[in-house]
């Protein structure tokens, strides 16, 4: 078992995990889920800045190559 040893079952069975009330479960997910999308939205405009760069950087070294860069 990878070097993991093995946990008696009467040892888990009546184990007790502490929870939150239900209301306070689901405002926990509730918050968890509204950062998630600011991060997922955060990300998809890294990703847009990148297209754009990447972009940018062709358009350089196209002019670079053709002769018709112009510093800015």
Avoid: M, N, W
């Amino acid at each position: 078992a990878g070097g993991q040893k093995r946990i008696p079952e009467l040892f888990v069975k009546d184990i007790r995990i502490p929870l939150p009330p239900i209301e306070e479960q689901r405002k926990i997910a509730a918050a968890v889920e509204a950062e998630s999308k600011v991060i997922s939205d955060q990300i998809e405009k890294i990703r847009e800045h990148v297209r754009t760069l990447r972009e940018y950087r062709a358009a350089v070294i196209t002019q670079a190559v053709t002769g018709t860069f112009k510093v800015v």
